[in-house]
């Protein structure tokens, strides 16, 4: 009788634990980045409304997704980094609660959009995006007025 109740203590103790452990797994890896996991180069901008392309190729603007965080970052230093949670439906790629990224000085919450994320190809404070391909190191997002291509770094 005792060998059974004691049976019934660790089981009880083991049950919820295993809950617990395998709940916090699928929260750490719900709506990780996926194939979108990594560096990429912004090489182009095609300004769908004005008809016009903007080689970026030569300049050194990257988006780095990594679990559910997206860093904007020009690796030069002459523009300001900015950071996004994003989240991934289908082929819907919803950036929200941008951030001025600024460890010296403490991240800062943008409230209104700041012309400076032009140069990283986002146009609105808290944009949205289908993404049209991302494969063999290319990807390729639209956000109905501009058309965002980058290569994997």
């Known amino acids: 009788m005792n060998q059974k109740m004691n049976r019934t203590k660790v089981l009880s103790f083991v049950f919820p634990l295993l809950a617990l452990l395998f709940s916090s797994c699928s929260l750490e890896t719900d709506n990780d980045a996926g194939r979108l996991e990594g560096m990429w180069h912004l090489v182009r901008i095609d300004d769908m409304t004005a008809g016009t392309t903007e080689d970026m190729s030569s300049k050194t603007v990257f988006w780095s997704f990594q ?3 997206l860093q904007l970052e020009e690796k030069k230093g002459t523009h300001s980094s900015y950071l996004y949670r994003f989240s991934i439906d289908g082929d819907r790629l919803t950036l929200s609660s941008p951030y001025l990224y600024d460890r010296e000085n403490g991240d800062r919450p943008l409230s209104v959009y700041e012309p400076a994320l032009a140069f990283f190809g986002i146009r609105t404070l808290v944009p949205a995006f289908r993404i049209e391909r991302v494969r063999k190191g290319e990807m390729v997002l639209n ?11």
């Open 143 to 153: 956000d109905g007025s501009a058309r965002l291509c980058f290569d994997k770094f």
């Open 67 to 69: 679990a559910r965080l």
